[in-house]
């Protein structure tokens, strides 16, 4: 079998999650809660553990259900967060509730067979193994909440990009960016795991925005680097034949690296008299 | 094939170049590009150019022939069965019977648990270009296997067809649960214990499937098959007796072990396995548990504690360290250590690390 039909419905899963999760992962950073995301993709691995034990299938419909239900939940809370004005508490519940989910699904896990490989399997996921069906699944979904983002684009841009004593409060409006978002994660997670879906979300867009200053630009640069980095980390993966995702994950952490040697180096020609 | 003439290329010529250069060229550039190929002198070349037109054509056509040969006997050896296996035993297994009619890959190594597998390209690619697939079964590998067979795409070797091969088809099963299996009883599988390619005995039975196997999809090879066969059994015999002798002072004792694995080894060499160290299968101990586990170690005189090398050792050291226990990290698989590359060598490591522990 050629590379490339091996490598296939990997790349078009990392596709379809750079499409969604650097745009998301602009909105996150604007906000400042960078662990946000990692905080909800536990959340959904910890739904994923509770369904485990209650013996279903763990990439089932009915774990799906119920992961996404928990990071609902959770996606709930994280709205509400919006109406503490102090950052630093903001940060805290963030990550207490990464460690609590984490700690739990540990837990449960621990009474059952198997469970800590499952834990590690959506830790670091599989995607070398994802199914077409899993995949035109996730596409159709994310297409539906692509549009959605599309059309009310500056209202969404709006809710992340202004002070909080600025703005209008529309809780209506930040609860829909949350569910999306939960949405998003908890399918990503189930194909992806935790590590992958979270180096998507963060990598590509800071390091856009270490480089580009508008949101379209940083949107953009982003999807292509986020892009160069999955065909880089597949590439690899095949040539050494290493597990995709994490090399995937490594090779996307060479990005901010060398946008900030891009920039030191640009700063210091400046800086130095010509 | 321009490149067929330049020189260095020619100096040491692959034989389908030659096939190439002889086969595809007008007969008058062939004669000019024999001596080249041939690396002759110019003397000899001058001298050939001169040959008569009947003499070249005779020569052309007898080189021909060898190129032909030349060309197609990698390609032969490459018709050799591509046999993939789920565990290094069966590939150990496999290749004493198919021998060099068969080219083995093994998905998982002897040194990891095989009932996990993390996903890498070259075991999609050894999938999906493998003629038979021969798996251990009883559900050892079904948390990864499914999803490996869907992504390979490999007709042949999906379950059901002549391409795929489930060992434990082969062998009778122990441990098989008698009502409905859950979750809550842990690792438990429906089949019965996969564990069973650790009696020698299974060993001969996994051979005899896999050479019947192997002659229904190579017929052609079917005598080396059986000669191999008939070897491997004839050795088997004269082993498994060795290590029964071995083991002797072993037979009818109590012995407890880490995980389920060992209960075929006790059944081959007459031992008992009185306890396990994980309260359910695949189920680390609690503390409590230990405690427990110490009270039966006392009460039954167990002696000796066995585990596998991938297992965590310090709730065996535990339980050394208050009951005197002694502990015997045995080998489960081939490639558990790199001196075992055979299924025979596989029991000589067992008895030899039992010999080691002071077990026997």
Same mark, same amino acid.
């Given at each position: 079998m050629d590379a490339w039909m091996i490598l296939l419905p990997a790349f078009t899963l990392c596709a379809l999650m750079i499409a969604t999760h650097t745009y998301l992962g602009l909105h996150v950073l604007a906000r400042g809660i960078i662990f946000v995301d990692l905080a909800l993709a536990q959340v959904a691995a910890l739904g994923v553990s509770v369904a485990f034990m209650l013996g279903w299938d763990v990439h089932g419909a009915q774990a799906q259900f119920v992961a996404l239900g928990a990071t609902l939940l959770a996606a709930v809370v994280l709205a509400k967060l919006r109406a503490i004005p102090d950052k630093t508490a903001r940060e805290v519940i963030i990550g207490c509730m990464y460690v609590v989910a984490t700690a739990v699904a540990i837990v449960i896990l621990s009474r059952s067979s198997q469970g800590m490989e499952e834990l590690k399997s959506m830790f670091s996921g599989n995607i070398l193994w994802v199914r077409w069906e899993e995949v035109g699944l996730l596409a159709l979904v994310y297409a539906v909440l692509t549009l959605l983002h599309v059309v009310y684009f500056r209202r969404f841009k709006a809710l992340s990009f202004t002070e909080v004593n600025e703005r209008k409060s529309s809780f209506r409006w930040e609860l829909l960016f949350f569910v999306s978002f939960a949405v998003v994660i908890t399918l990503a997670v189930n194909l992806a795991g935790v590590l992958m879906v979270f180096a998507f979300l963060i990598i590509p867009a800071f390091t856009a925005s270490l480089l580009v200053g508008s949101f379209g630009a940083r949107l953009a640069l982003g999807g292509v680097l986020a892009m160069l980095g999955s065909i880089a980390g597949l590439w690899l993966s095949f040539s050494e034949d290493l597990p995709a995702g994490p090399v995937i994950v490594a090779v996307l952490g060479g990005l901010p690296l060398l946008a900030g040697a891009g920039l030191w180096v640009q700063r210091a020609t400046r800086t130095s008299p010509a | 094939m321009g490149v067929m003439f330049k020189e260095g290329v020619l100096a040491h010529p692959h034989p389908r170049q030659l096939l190439h250069a002889l086969l595809y060229l007008p007969p008058s550039m062939a004669v000019a590009a024999f001596p080249l190929v041939g690396g002759r002198s110019s003397f000899t070349s001058h001298f050939l150019l001169h040959r008569t037109c009947l003499e070249i054509l005779m020569k052309k056509s007898i080189h021909c022939v060898i190129a032909l040969l030349l060309t197609f006997a990698p390609w032969l050896a490459q018709a050799a069965l591509n046999v993939v296996t789920s565990t290094e035993d069966i590939a150990a297994l496999t290749l004493a019977i198919g021998g060099d009619a068969v080219k083995v890959k093994p998905l998982t190594r002897g040194t990891a648990d095989p009932h996990f597998a993390q996903a890498k390209p070259s075991m999609i690619r050894e999938v999906y270009q493998a003629d038979l697939l021969v798996v251990v079964g009883a559900e050892l590998e079904v948390g990864w296997m499914p999803a490996l067979l869907q992504s390979a795409r490999n007709d042949k070797v999906q379950p059901g067809n002549p391409g795929y091969l489930d060992l434990s088809t082969a062998v009778t099963l122990l441990d098989k649960p008698s009502g409905p299996v859950t979750r809550d009883m842990g690792d438990v599988h429906a089949a019965g214990n996969p564990h069973y390619w650790l009696d020698p005995n299974n060993g001969v039975l996994m051979a005899r499937a896999i050479a019947q196997r192997l002659t229904q999809l190579d017929s052609a090879h079917a005598k080396d098959f059986e000669r191999a066969l008939a070897a491997f059994e004839q050795q088997a015999q004269v082993k498994i007796a060795a290590w029964k002798t071995a083991l +002797? =002072?072993?037979?009818g004792k109590a012995v407890m072990s880490y995980h389920t694995s060992f209960v075929y080894l006790a059944n081959a060499f007459g031992f008992? *396995? +009185?306890? &396990? #160290? @994980? =309260?359910? =299968? !695949?189920i680390s101990p609690s503390a409590a548990y230990l405690t427990q586990l110490i009270a039966r170690i006392k009460e039954q005189q167990i002696g000796l504690l066995i585990m596998e090398p $991938? $297992? @965590?050792q310090r709730s065996a050291k535990y339980l050394s360290e208050h009951t005197g226990v002694r502990i015997a990290v045995l =080998? &489960?698989? #081939? !490639? +558990?250590? @790199? &001196? *075992?590359?055979t299924y025979f060598d596989l029991f000589d490591a067992i008895v030899a690390a039992l010999k080691n522990a002071g077990a026997v």
């Open positions: - | +002797a =002072p072993l037979a008992r *396995i +009185a306890a &396990q #160290v @994980e =309260p359910k =299968p !695949g $991938y $297992y @965590e =080998p &489960q698989s #081939v !490639g +558990a250590t @790199e &001196q *075992i590359k």
